[in-house]
């Protein structure tokens, strides 16, 4: 068993740099969000089954299942508050072109509250801390 932990020692180290290193970079990009930039938070979450309250055994086999895209935006006239958005889709399927539908309409959105933005920063927080992805678009 110390073998095994002297081995993960190294792993675990960096898996805690590499952690605080993204942490620090989220906290200082959403804090410094200007009038012309936008910081968003995204989670694709798993599919949701529908389920009645007072369901028929027969019901329980054929639930019906929807998933739910979240994601929490800070602007520069939200300081530590931001706003939240949900999206409820019949779609089951996590592609990219699921994905890139959800984050065309938080774009198109923003920009149409803040017309003046320039920079959109997207951090992806479902993956494990040291491979999240985080992308950034000029407008």
């Known amino acids: ?16 740099f590499v952690k605080q290193k993204q942490s620090g970079y989220f906290d200082h990009i959403k804090e410094n969000a200007d009038d012309t930039t936008v910081v968003y938070q ?3 979450a ?4 529908l389920q009645d309250q007072d369901q028929i055994q027969s019901a329980h086999w054929s639930k019906k299942q929807l998933s739910i895209s979240t994601a929490y935006t800070w602007m520069g006239d939200s300081g530590e508050d931001g706003y939240s958005f949900g999206f409820v889709s019949n779609s089951k399927k996590h592609d990219k072109f699921t994905v890139i539908t959800c984050l065309e309409i938080l774009v198109q959105e923003r920009t149409a509250l803040m017309p003046d933005v320039d920079q959109i920063i997207f951090f992806r927080m ?7 992805i985080v992308i ?3 407008i």
Do not use: G
């Open 1 to 16: 068993m110390c073998k095994t932990i002297t081995e993960k020692k190294t792993q675990y180290l960096w898996h805690v």
């Open 136 to 138: 950034s678009f000029n």
């Open 126 to 132: 479902v993956l494990p801390v040291s491979a999240r």
């Open 42 to 44: 995204v989670d694709y």
């Open 46 to 49: 798993e599919n949701y089954t």
